[in-house]
């Protein structure tokens, strides 16, 4: 139980940043399917095989070109919400002029000095 859950939260964590390429590739893949079948119907009614190796060559192909996107994409173009952890916001936060919480002067400040700027600006 413990291990589905577990596997669950990490398959979801993997797929939060990437849904949007994974629904661009889930869709290209079923119109590749869609008209693949359309095509094949369409032969069926006019028994006209001439092109038919070419639409199963062509149906393969289009679905590899899009599972290499999708891996191109993953691998080289980042996403917006992978790295984004370790930035801090750059939020300036403007105090409420008729409440003072006693930290207005720092948030104008640009830069806080921690203890060992303090001992080296000595």
Same mark, same amino acid.
């Given at each position: 139980? @413990? +291990?589905?859950?577990?596997?669950?939260? &990490? $398959?979801?964590?993997? /797929? #939060?940043?990437?849904?949007?390429?994974? %629904?661009?590739?889930?869709?290209?893949?079923?119109?590749?399917?869609?008209?693949?079948?359309?095509?094949?119907?369409?032969?069926? @009614? +006019?028994?006209?095989?001439?092109?038919? &190796? $070419?639409?199963?060559? /062509? #149906?393969?192909?289009?679905?590899?070109? %899009?599972?290499?996107?999708?891996?191109?994409?993953?691998?080289?173009?980042?996403?917006?919400?992978?790295?984004?952890?370790?930035?801090?916001?750059?939020?300036?936060?403007?105090?409420?002029?008729?409440?003072?919480?006693?930290?207005?002067?720092?948030?104008?400040?640009?830069?806080?000095?921690?203890?060992?700027?303090?001992?080296?600006?000595?």
């Amino acid at each position: 139980m @413990l +291990t589905r859950f577990v596997a669950l939260y &990490a $398959l979801l964590r993997w /797929l #939060k940043p990437r849904w949007l390429r994974l %629904a661009v590739l889930i869709i290209s893949l079923v119109l590749i399917s869609y008209s693949h079948s359309e095509y094949m119907s369409y032969v069926g @009614l +006019t028994e006209d095989r001439t092109y038919l &190796a $070419l639409s199963y060559l /062509l #149906k393969y192909a289009l679905a590899l070109i %899009a599972l290499v996107g999708f891996v191109i994409s993953l691998r080289f173009l980042p996403s917006k919400t992978v790295g984004a952890k370790g930035k801090q916001n750059s939020i300036i936060v403007t105090a409420d002029p008729d409440h003072d919480d006693g930290f207005d002067f720092l948030r104008g400040k640009k830069d806080l000095d921690s203890r060992s700027d303090k001992i080296l600006k000595k």
